[in-house]
C-alpha cells in the first residue's frame, strides 16, 4: 500500500485530471449556443463528437480510477430497442453504464446541471431534467421519455435505472414505471462490481 501510494496513486490523479479537463473541454465545445433546457437535438458533428470522443475520455477516466469493464453481450442499436433498463443501482460508479452502452440520455436531477466541469460533460449527454420543486415535474418527464423513445432516432437512446435510488445490489427492488410508459422494447442491463472487499456501494442500510 506504501509503495502504491508514493508511485501509483500520484500517476492516477495526474491521469484522471488531465483526462477529465479534457473531457470537460470536448463536453464545453459540442454544447456551445446550445441551451441547456435540451429542447432540440444534438446533431450532426456535435452527436458525433460528443457520442464517440467522449465515450473514450469516459473509458479513461474509469481505467484511471482501478477500473477494468468487461461487456457481456451487445447493446441494442435504437430501432432495437429505444430505451436501457439498469440495474442494481448502488453509486455513481454506475455512470459505466453509460459509457458502455453507446452514450445514451439520462434522466437526472436538474441540479446536477449546475456542477462545475461534471455539469457541463452531462449536459453534452443531453439529459432528461427531473426537477424535485416542480409537481409537474414526474408527468413532464414521462412525456419527454416518450418522446424521445418514439423519435425513431432524432434522439439519442435513453438510459433509466428504474429503481430510481440506490440500493446496496443484495437485491433488485420494485421497478419505478417511467421506462415502460412509452411501450416500446427495452433492453436490461445488469451492473455487477466482483472485487473480494465490496468498496463501490456506498448504501449499506436497507434491504437484506
Known amino acids: 500500500m506504501l509503495l502504491c501510494g508514493l508511485f501509483i496513486l500520484p500517476l492516477r490523479i495526474i491521469f484522471f485530471l488531465i483526462t477529465l479537463i479534457m473531457a470537460w473541454l470536448v463536453a464545453s465545445f459540442t454544447t456551445c449556443c446550445i441551451s441547456k433546457l ?10 458525433n463528437v460528443s457520442k464517440y470522443v467522449l465515450s473514450c475520455l469516459g ?15 451487445k447493446p441494442a442499436s435504437f430501432s432495437e430497442s429505444p430505451v436501457f433498463v439498469v440495474a ?3 453509486s455513481f460508479f454506475d455512470g459505466i453504464a453509460v459509457i458502455a452502452s453507446g452514450m445514451p440520455s439520462t434522466v437526472s436531477r436538474a441540479e446536477n446541471i449546475a456542477v462545475p466541469i461534471f455539469g457541463s460533460i452531462l449536459h453534452s449527454l443531453q439529459p432528461i431534467m427531473v426537477s424535485r420543486t416542480d409537481p409537474d ?3 413532464n418527464t414521462i412525456n419527454e421519455i416518450t418522446k424521445r423513445a418514439t423519435s425513431e432516432g432524432e434522439w439519442p437512446q435513453v438510459l433509466i435505472f428504474p429503481e430510481g435510488t440506490c440500493t ?5 427492488i420494485s421497478f419505478k414505471p417511467g421506462a415502460f410508459y412509452p411501450a416500446v422494447p427495452v433492453q436490461p442491463i445488469i451492473l455487477r462490481y466482483p472485487n473480494t ?7 449499506w442500510q436497507g434491504y437484506t
Open 168 to 172: 446496496n445490489r443484495s437485491c433488485l
Open 137 to 139: 415535474s414526474r408527468k
Open 88 to 90: 442494481p443501482h448502488s
Open 197 to 203: 472487499l465490496d468498496t463501490v456501494t456506498w448504501t
Open 59 to 73: 473509458r479513461c477516466l474509469f481505467f484511471s480510477m482501478g477500473f477494468h469493464v468487461r461487456i457481456f453481450g
Open 38 to 47: 435540451g429542447l432540440e437535438p444534438l446533431k450532426g458533428w456535435r452527436r
